[in-house]
């Protein structure tokens, strides 16, 4: 993690690492966004969940998470995923669940949210991992 502090310009993301590594149950809570589709359709999946997709830019198979996959691809896409009324971590996850997990800055997180971004900023870039909502490390302000 850099020791640079995070701006508003810096771009955040939801890091599926961390969550690996520090929430025991991080299956579990994914599985929660699912829409009922989906939970109906991956119940019986395992806990590895890995699937075959095909990158539609490149045709390339991959193996990916298949809730993340679900949870990105459809289920974050439904007009109810994030409304108005959601707790602020939990509408900052459900967007970059939305978005494919594009990084974010704060500043854009507040147009979409219609939050001021240094609330949220202050709430994302402290000591504390919430949701494993991280800066982008790849990034200069990262």
């Not at 991080?26 to 119940?43: D, G, I, N």
């Not at 539609?56 to 995923?81: R, Y």
Request: hydrophobic residues 40%; glycine residues 6%.
């Amino acid at each position: 993690m850099s020791l640079l502090k995070p701006t508003s310009k810096t771009p955040f993301h939801i890091d599926f690492e961390w969550w690996q590594q520090n929430e025991r149950d991080w299956h579990v809570f994914l599985r929660s966004f699912l829409c009922a589709e989906h939970q109906e359709s991956l119940a019986g999946m395992d806990e590895s969940g890995l699937i075959d997709w095909i990158d539609p830019q490149t045709a390339e198979v991959k193996q990916v998470d298949g809730v993340q996959h679900a949870l990105i691809s459809h289920c974050a896409q439904l007009p109810d995923f994030v409304v108005q009324r959601t707790a602020l971590v939990e509408a900052v996850f459900r967007l970059f669940l939305a978005n494919g997990n594009i990084p974010m800055t704060a500043e854009e997180l507040s147009a979409k949210l219609g939050k001021p971004a240094d609330t949220i900023l202050r709430t994302i870039a402290g000591p504390r991992v919430y949701r494993g909502l991280r800066p982008t490390l790849n990034h200069p302000e990262g």
